[in-house]
């Protein structure tokens, strides 16, 4: 940790409610690429803001995420075949010359009949049906490029608040606000557009790769914490699942909820406060 230099230094800052799991994960996906993208770049939370201390702006991480579309992984390299469902995506930060990064939690490898498998890998396998895990990246990023062209700069400050409608979404984002246990369908089955944020889909897609909150056993709710001073993510993961504390923080918990064949995530609660605790 680099204390008040890196505070000071600051070049990314976005408004966050931590309470939403997806922006919460957005936050671990932006610190991810930032630090790829400027090794050496820390993040942490402070109050409503995410901040990250790197080499670049957020318009400028953001332009890397638009420009390059990821590749989608037919066979795995154990040869295994995986269905377009799931299908991992490599990401690329230069156009493949040096940087990449594998996006897959939503996809596990396990024995069926003595077998082995890809398959789903609950809860990140959100979405169902005729979707796919390229199919709904790419069309985030096109909605994420367009909205990009709109923004003042100074809106990218609240871009996680800056919903758009979207017929394809991972479900991190449990802001797009429809639920199907009280209207009685998914709208995503039916192919209608929500408003949602295609940033924080993106980044927490990114973000889930490598902080992983604490899982319940039955993968149906999650912890996440916090942390109040600038880590690099390698650190971040660790706190994120409460194996390390960095006051000031907050322990929060998200319950996975039902919605048609779909899954989705609920606005998370706080779960301690106390001296450590913002």
């Known amino acids: ?27 671990c996906g932006l610190l991810e690429l930032a630090d790829r993208l400027w090794p050496g770049a820390e993040g942490w939370f402070e109050g409503g803001v995410f901040r990250v201390a790197g080499q670049g702006s957020l318009h400028d991480l953001l332009a890397v995420v638009v420009t390059h ?24 930060f230069d156009g493949g010359a040096t940087q990449s990064m594998t996006i897959d939690a939503w996809m ?30 790419l069309g985030l990023r096109t909605a994420l490029a367009e909205q990009m062209q709109s923004l003042q700069f100074d809106q990218f400050e609240s871009l996680y608040d800056q919903r758009i409608l979207l017929s394809g979404r991972f479900g991190f984002d449990p802001g797009a606000a429809w639920n ?26 990114v973000g889930i790769q490598r902080f992983h909150p604490e899982m319940a056993d039955d993968r149906q709710s999650f912890d996440y914490f916090t942390w109040g001073s ?21 322990h929060l918990r998200c319950r996975v909820v039902s ?5 989705a995530l609920e606005r998370s609660s706080l779960v301690r406060k106390g001296a450590d605790c913002e």
């Open 108 to 137: 596990q490898i396990r024995s069926e009949k003595g077998q082995a498998v890809a398959t789903g890998n609950p809860p990140w396998n959100f979405w169902s049906g005729q979707q796919t895990s390229i199919g709904i990246w």
């Open 69 to 92: 579309p990821p590749e989608a992984i037919a066979t795995l390299d154990n040869g295994l075949s995986v269905k377009p469902l799931i299908a991992p995506l490599r990401f690329s």
């Open 180 to 205: 199907a246990l009280d209207v009685g369908f998914s709208p995503n089955e039916q192919g209608m557009k929500v408003a949602s944020s295609a940033a924080v889909e993106l980044l927490a897609a």
């Open 230 to 250: 600038p880590l690099s993510p390698m650190v971040a993961a660790a706190a994120v699942a409460g194996a390390i504390s960095v006051p000031p923080l907050r």
């Open 259 to 263: 919605r048609g064949s779909y899954a």
């Open 1 to 27: 940790m680099s204390g008040d230099r890196d505070r000071e230094q600051s070049t990314i800052r976005i408004t966050v409610d931590v309470t939403n799991p997806g922006q919460f994960l957005a936050c």
